[in-house]
């Protein structure tokens, strides 16, 4: 073979062809479909599909929750809520009877979802389409049917922060089983039609749940029955009875997703396998991520700040624990190197969180393997399950992300519990540009109008040559995914910007307050997953700090994020530092630096 021959065939394996590429009539239809698909619409409609028990409620949660984290407005519209309401108000004034398949409570039989009942029938094609028009309602920052505005209120009352979200792109869930192809070509047409939404275009994808295990549906039976308004006041056995008669009904006509002309992704047995078709843009970067990482396994997600890095602040006096916390006009701060190491007290934290983890650890694979079916639990995902584990000498699975900060690698070093640490710089504090290991009132003298503008929006205000905490969600968003993917437990070591953001996303609370929430030294803060997609919490102190003396375990439970904000922060009293505990107060409305 020629030397040119040779050099044709290297070329070939490496790069194809090294000539230009040109644009044919073939190319240009594909690619005008893609371009479309591409777009990021103002207004996406993401709308359910799957029979009941399928886990279309669990996935519309675990949606918002992650997408009104990420800073776009997104809303749950349950038709199940509409019908019960509806059911309910037509029983209370007596105008249908027993034959709707329904009762005095607005609970509905089996006999309401028979195709083949026509009042019932009717009643639930008004009651979607009563949810469809408050919806788009919603998407065009309309006042719904019920009269509620369409911006969300806050639970402390009206902030500057909240304003980021307005103007922004606006995402509805449409949780229905939308089971048949007519009914879903109606929310096309409703929702696209050139005609119908002039001037308001909406992207629509559907998200079909499917579930063909079956002793994962007799879990699903059960958590449904239990939960659902739907069963109230049934016992088990006939609540069960009544669900599966009531899916049968549903399988008549089901017919699942098989147009590819549709946007749509199906879910298989909660995310074990993924199909996407047509899914570009902001779908494919962010939500199908999400939506593969999702998961009904139950592990303990662990936060920490670094451990105490010594001599923070020197005084002209002899330095004590008690200096720390007072900034009078003698002392002055040392600025907290990025190549800080741990203290006195750090050390006793990090040897006192390698304890707690390994015994947490412990703990996790012992209930795992007392639930097993099988003495092996190696059946997890293929990145970081409890199928992966490097190290057969090590007790339990796990999982370490730290920030790349040395003071946080240290805290997560253990001699005796050599689990591997991923450094990750998407767990770094947040950067503060120019005013990096500045006090407020530096801030305030060095620059009055940006200190202005910090002060009345926090979460937005970028600082000069640094970020902002919005910009630090968007780098905070594959953490995210990457920690709820995981089977094992998961133990993060960051600082406090950083944890606070995650805080508020585990805890499902307005991000943009985030900058209030309290990460106290040398806890732990617990989270572990609840049954409807949420998170419980709990905090553990492993070694007394002023700020936390007789703290010790904090059982936060399953509380609604914003009334726990309300009850434990102060929303206006931002602490952005990790040299500085919660004690040493900034004035009211300023933030900690």
């Known amino acids: 073979m ?26 240009l239809q594909r690619l005008e479909h893609r371009q479309n698909l591409t777009q990021d619409s103002k207004r996406l409609v993401i709308a359910l599909v799957g029979l009941p028990a399928r886990g279309k409620s669990f996935v519309s949660r675990k949606l918002q929750a992650f997408l009104t984290w990420s800073g776009i407005n997104c809303k749950v519209f349950n038709v199940g809520k509409y019908r019960r309401e509806a059911v309910l108000h037509m029983m209370n004034k007596r105008q249908t009877s027993g034959v709707l398949g329904g009762d005095d409570d607005g609970h509905c039989n089996a006999d309401f979802f028979d195709a083949k009942n026509e009042k019932a029938s009717e009643l639930r094609a008004y009651v979607a389409e009563l949810a469809l028009r408050d919806m788009l309602r919603w998407l065009d920052n309309e006042p719904e049917s019920n009269g509620e505005s369409s911006e969300p209120s806050s639970p402390v009352g009206s902030s500057p922060s ?36 002039a001037g308001k275009t909406t992207g629509v994808v559907f998200v079909e749940s499917i579930c063909d295990d079956e002793a994962l549906l007799g879990e699903n039976y059960k958590f449904k029955v239990k939960n659902s308004p739907d069963f109230e006041g049934m016992d088990l056995e006939s609540a069960i009875a009544d669900l599966k008669q009531r899916v049968r009904k549903y ?15 199906k879910i298989f047995n909660l995310s074990t396998r993924l199909m996407v078709n047509h899914i ?81 650890g412990k703990t996790f694979m012992k209930e795992r393997l007392e639930k097993a079916s099988s003495p092996s639990l190696r059946t997890g995902t293929s990145q970081t399950g409890l199928g992966t584990l490097e190290n057969d000498d090590l007790p339990f699975p796990a999982r370490i992300l730290t920030s790349v900060m040395p003071r946080a690698i240290e805290t997560a070093l253990w001699d005796s519990l050599p689990v591997p640490i991923e450094t990750i710089s998407n767990l770094n504090p947040l950067d503060k540009g120019d005013f990096a290991g500045m006090e407020l009132d530096e801030v305030q003298k060095q620059d009055p109008r940006f200190y202005s503008r910090l002060e009345s929006d926090p979460y937005n205000t970028r600082f000069p040559g640094g970020e902002s905490y919005c910009d630090l969600i968007s780098r905070l968003e594959t953490v995210v995914i990457d920690i709820e993917q995981q089977v094992a437990p998961v133990l993060v070591v960051s600082h406090v910007s950083c944890l606070q953001a995650l805080i508020a996303y585990f805890r499902n609370s307005p991000v943009e307050q985030c900058m209030s929430i309290e990460v106290p030294m040398h806890t732990v803060i617990k989270f572990t997953p609840s049954r409807g997609g949420g998170w419980i919490e709990s905090r553990h102190v492993l070694v007394e700090e002023p700020e936390n003396a007789g703290a010790a375990v904090i059982n936060v439970g399953s509380v609604p994020g914003n009334l726990l904000s309300m009850a434990n922060h102060q929303p206006n009293t931002p602490i952005w530092g990790d040299h500085k505990s919660k004690n040493e107060s900034p004035p009211p409305s300023l933030p900690c630096l």
């Open 2 to 27: 020629g030397t040119a021959a040779s050099e044709r065939s290297a070329t070939y394996y490496t790069k194809g062809s090294e000539e230009a590429a040109v644009v044919t009539p073939l190319t």
């Open 162 to 197: 909240r304003r980021w979200r307005k103007g922004h792109d606006r995402i509805a869930i449409f949780d229905a089983t939308n089971s048949t192809a007519k009914r879903r070509r109606w929310i096309l047409e409703e929702c696209t039609s050139p005609e119908k939404r």
């Open 251 to 265: 399988e008549e006509q089901y017919e699942t997703l098989t147009d590819q002309s549709q946007s749509y992704i």
């Open 280 to 360: 570009y843009g902001r779908m494919a970067k962010t939500i199908v991520p999400a939506l593969m990482a999702w998961n009904i396994g139950t592990r303990p997600i662990f936060l920490s700040r670094s451990g105490r890095v010594p001599d923070m602040i020197k005084t002209d006096e002899n330095d004590s624990e008690n200096s720390m916390l007072d900034l009078s006009s003698h002392t002055k701060k040392k600025l907290l190197n990025k190549g800080d190491g741990l203290g006195g007290s750090g050390l006793q934290y990090r040897d006192a969180l390698c304890e707690f983890f390994g015994q947490e």
